[in-house]
């Protein structure tokens, strides 16, 4: 539980940056993101999976459950916030709401839907796969000392 915890707060600490940022560059004022917005997602999302990578090679198991309650939550608030304001406004607190900023740079290249259901997904078997491919990396090294 308290290792738990620990990550949810590395996922904060990984997440904040970027969320200052996005709501500087139009995530809060609706204004298109720029190239700076898709800079920051495209930042945001090699931040994630090289801590991905790092919690694998650290053999820190728990932080699979973090990746999975990250995007999922990511996926199941960006698409009522994107498609229609009033349900966010009444359902949906406003800490959610941020957690989603750091994706608003890709959204003038890619609809609603393909963030959700495409973009969403590929960056948790990213994840994923940064994350054992980290493991693989540190049980080689194990193998051979």
């Not at 620990?6 to 970027?18: R, T």
């Not at 996005?22 to 999302?45: E, H, M, W, Y």
């Not at 957690?99 to 609809?111: F, Q, R």
């Amino acid at each position: 539980m308290k290792s738990l915890f620990l990550y949810l707060l590395l996922v904060i600490a990984i997440s904040l940056p970027f969320i200052i940022i996005s709501s500087n560059f139009g995530f809060v004022t609706g204004g298109p993101p720029g190239i700076v917005g898709l800079v920051n997602t495209i930042a945001f999302l090699i931040v994630w999976l090289a801590v991905s990578m790092m919690m694998g090679y650290k053999l820190k198991r728990g932080f699979n459950l973090i990746i999975l309650i990250y995007w999922g939550l990511l996926a199941l608030v960006f698409f009522p916030i994107t498609n229609t304001l009033e349900v966010s406004k009444e359902l949906i607190p406003l800490v959610l709401v941020f957690l989603i900023s750091p994706l608003y740079g890709v959204s003038d290249y890619l609809s609603t839907d393909e963030i959700v259901f495409i973009g969403i997904p590929i960056c948790v078997f990213l994840c994923f796969l940064f994350f054992f491919g980290g493991k693989t990396i540190k049980n080689r090294k194990l193998v051979q000392n």
